[in-house]
């Protein structure tokens, strides 16, 4: 049977859209697939060190030949990239924070971008090692980044996460924004802000269920 794999980055919890919005597509996805298996990966709740030059070493330091020290180095790594490598399908929440990315999810990404465990070269040319995956990625962004507005050239969450995520091997990647989420504080209704946005994820999970019938 399938499996999920549910990551959340937003720190601000039952104000946040993202985890709102990933919550729905996870509940659709459960629906959807009632033998399948969700793996839940909060990163506000996961402390992710940033990578320094003794985990770099262990990285490039043959298995075979790790010191202890290196794999307790590596052992969050490891367990990361376990979940990564079980499941099937992805959902990330999103939020976007200073045209970027939450620098939780970028420690995250650090830590799962491992050459011969998630990439690799051969003739100078890089091979993502993480195939027939698929990713959903659901952002929420205050302001409107969209292709055709005036913003849209500070956007770098979607193009930075199918960048990197494509050089993994993801090339099967969906990417759903709520926009414009900055009116929810000057009295927007927060149902009626979400309801669209809500339809979206809840028929891409259904759209997913297609792969595994």
Same mark, same amino acid.
């Given at each position: *049977?399938?499996?999920?794999?549910?990551?959340?980055?937003?720190?601000?919890?039952?104000?946040?859209?993202?985890?709102?919005?990933?919550?729905?597509?996870?509940?659709?996805?459960?629906?959807?697939?009632?033998?399948?298996?969700?793996?839940?990966?909060? $990163?506000?709740?996961?402390?992710?060190?940033?990578?320094?030059?003794?985990?770099?070493?262990?990285?490039?330091?043959?298995?075979?030949a790790r010191t202890p020290q290196q794999k307790e180095l590596l052992s969050?790594?490891?367990? $990361?990239?376990?979940?990564?490598?079980?499941?099937?399908?992805?959902?990330?929440?999103?939020?976007?924070?200073?045209?970027?990315?939450?620098?939780? $999810?970028?420690?995250?990404?650090?830590?799962?971008?491992?050459?011969?465990?998630?990439?690799?070269?051969?003739?100078?040319?890089?091979?993502? $090692?993480?195939?027939?995956?698929?990713?959903?990625?659901?952002?929420?962004?205050?302001? *409107?980044?969209?292709?055709?507005?005036? *913003?849209?050239?500070?956007?770098?969450?979607?193009?930075?996460?199918?960048?990197?995520?494509?050089?993994?091997?993801?090339?099967?990647?969906?990417?759903?924004?709520?926009?414009?989420?900055?009116?929810?504080?000057?009295?927007?209704?927060?149902?009626?802000?979400?309801?669209?946005?809500? +339809?979206?994820?809840?028929?891409?999970? +259904?759209?997913?269920?297609?792969?595994?019938?």
């Amino acid at each position: *049977m399938p499996t999920l794999l549910h990551i959340d980055s937003s720190p601000l919890y039952g104000r946040s859209v993202s985890r709102e919005l990933t919550g729905a597509f996870v509940a659709q996805w459960k629906s959807s697939h009632p033998g399948g298996t969700v793996i839940d990966r909060d $990163l506000n709740s996961t402390s992710i060190p940033p990578i320094n030059a003794d985990w770099v070493s262990a990285v490039y330091t043959p298995e075979e030949a790790r010191t202890p020290q290196q794999k307790e180095l590596l052992s969050l790594s490891d367990s $990361l990239l376990a979940e990564l490598e079980q499941a099937d399908e992805y959902v990330f929440g999103v939020p976007m924070h200073n045209f970027g990315v939450p620098s939780v $999810l970028k420690l995250w990404i650090d830590q799962i971008s491992r050459v011969g465990r998630t990439f690799s070269y051969a003739d100078g040319k890089p091979k993502g $090692l993480i195939a027939g995956k698929r990713a959903t990625f659901i952002i929420a962004t205050g302001g *409107m980044y969209d292709a055709q507005t005036q *913003m849209a050239s500070f956007n770098f969450v979607e193009p930075y996460l199918r960048s990197v995520f494509g050089f993994l091997g993801v090339t099967d990647a969906t990417f759903l924004t709520a926009g414009g989420t900055m009116a929810l504080s000057h009295g927007k209704d927060r149902d009626a802000f979400l309801a669209p946005h809500l +339809q979206a994820v809840q028929t891409q999970a +259904q759209i997913l269920q297609g792969g595994h019938a």
